[in-house]
């Protein structure tokens, strides 16, 4: 989720369409360093824009679970320029592509590691292809590439030593995508279901956590809801406020599963998924522990936020007409950050409407106000000092739950300080799950 200095762009394309300039004070959110600084903390940057190396850092990340390979994603960085949106489809395109291209020739008989593996990394670029391309619904690569992604990883998934299952879970007028990945161990196993956020998937959960969790002997379910990638695509469909009428049927199946520890059942939730998972608590009390990862208490006090009170005093007038007007002209504006501009293209997407003011009214249902007293379980908070995009949110979230809750800050110095700790998979998996065995009571 990525706005930064998002009222000030504001400020400007408002003075443009209304005529009238603002002369309220506004918060300044921080801007990333763009200097390579060699201060304590400070990462190298990978792109001289600040959403382009987010999301190629992204990319990096998933290395240690077999998601990426390094040397080949730096290949493809320099190839973006910044703030071009169709350099980095093709430059991850045409990776993902080479990827393909390599794998075919490999026989997944006599190599399986091999074949599983690039067939993981070439899943993940034609995702990373895919992450710039919302602004135009109509454009056919946002379904050619997901098809794409899925083929990819379907055959990975076959590959693994206890193959990946992919099933349909029915929830209320919607379907749920989710896989099961068996630990291979015997007996009923701890089990995390777990799901992404505002635009990513569960195919890349396996590597950002899931492969991780299953090396520790435990199981791990994915899934994907109302307004995430798969469920977007193939059934029309935004996000939801009710997420616990998607986790609801997804513990319902893990409680089916002889593999399965029925109380032992935890849930990660993801960035954005780090308000969806408590949320999902707050009403389902069957989850023994609840992973918020980065914590979110309010995503509607975070959006107003990046709106900033100006476009807030609008939306409370009711001037649709204007608010909407302000949004387009932002969008249309060719000096408008990759941050601001991504991030609304896909909050539309995502959320289903073409109109802005829609998505920003639909955001305020996201609050724990009122539910947050009902989790029971314990919950884990994480929080990363750099975090720029709900800053505050997780320690507020933390500060709701008492007792309830274990925070942790992931540091800039140790290289987590990204927003969900972006680069440091294998630390932040040490805490987390450490954390989630010690509340589970398990030992491997």
Request: charged share 20%; proline share 5%.
């Amino acid at each position: 989720m990525k706005f930064s200095n998002f009222p000030l762009f504001f400020l400007s394309c408002s003075t443009l369409v209304t005529g009238n300039p603002f002369t309220r004070k506004y918060h300044k959110f921080p801007t990333m360093k763009r200097d390579n600084n060699t201060g304590p903390g400070s990462m190298l940057q990978l792109s001289s824009d600040p959403d382009f190396h987010f999301e190629i850092l992204r990319v990096l990340a998933l290395a240690p679970y077999q998601g990426s390979d390094i040397g080949e994603v730096l290949v493809a960085a320099n190839q973006i320029a910044p703030g071009d949106f169709e350099s980095y489809y093709s430059a991850f395109n045409d990776l993902a592509n080479r990827v393909h291209n390599a794998t075919s020739a490999i026989d997944s008989r006599k190599y399986p590691v091999s074949a599983r593996n690039a067939l993981f990394r070439e899943s993940s670029y034609y995702r990373s292809a895919d992450f710039y391309l919302h602004g135009n619904w109509n454009d056919s690569r946002i379904y050619t590439l997901w098809s794409q992604q899925l083929a990819a990883f379907e055959k990975a998934i076959a590959l693994l030593p206890t193959p990946g299952e992919r099933v349909t879970l029915q929830g209320k007028g919607f379907k749920i995508p989710a896989i099961f990945f068996g630990s291979g161990k015997p007996g009923p196993r701890p089990t995390l279901i777990m799901c992404n956020g505002y635009d990513g998937s569960q195919e890349e959960m396996y590597h950002a956590i899931g492969e991780a969790v299953i090396q520790r002997g435990m199981n791990v379910i994915t899934f994907e809801g109302p307004g995430q990638p798969t469920v977007r695509r193939q059934q029309n469909l935004g996000f939801i406020p009710q997420w616990e009428e998607v986790v609801s049927p997804v513990i319902d199946y893990a409680i089916s599963r002889r593999e399965v520890d029925p109380k032992k059942i935890g849930i990660w939730g993801q960035s954005f998924g780090g308000y969806l998972a408590p949320r999902a608590a707050a009403f389902d009390h069957r989850l023994a522990a609840v992973v918020a990862f980065d914590g979110i208490y309010s995503f509607a006090q975070g959006i107003s936020n990046q709106f900033g009170p100006q476009m807030v005093q609008i939306y409370e007038s009711g001037n649709e007409t204007e608010f909407n007007n302000i949004v387009s002209s932002l969008l249309a504006n060719a000096s408008t950050p990759t941050s601001v501009r991504w991030g609304i293209e896909q909050g539309l997407w995502s959320f289903n409407t073409k109109s802005a003011f829609q998505w920003f009214k639909d955001a305020q249902q996201y609050t724990l106000d009122g539910v947050v007293q009902n989790i029971t379980a314990p919950v884990f908070v994480g929080d990363a000092q750099s975090d720029m995009f709900f800053p505050g949110q997780a320690k507020e979230l933390a500060e709701k739950l008492g007792d309830r809750a274990t925070y942790h800050l992931f540091e800039s110095i140790d290289g987590a300080g990204e927003h969900c700790s972006l680069g440091a998979a294998v630390l932040s998996a040490q805490v987390v799950l450490d954390w989630f065995q010690e509340v589970v009571s398990f030992k491997e």
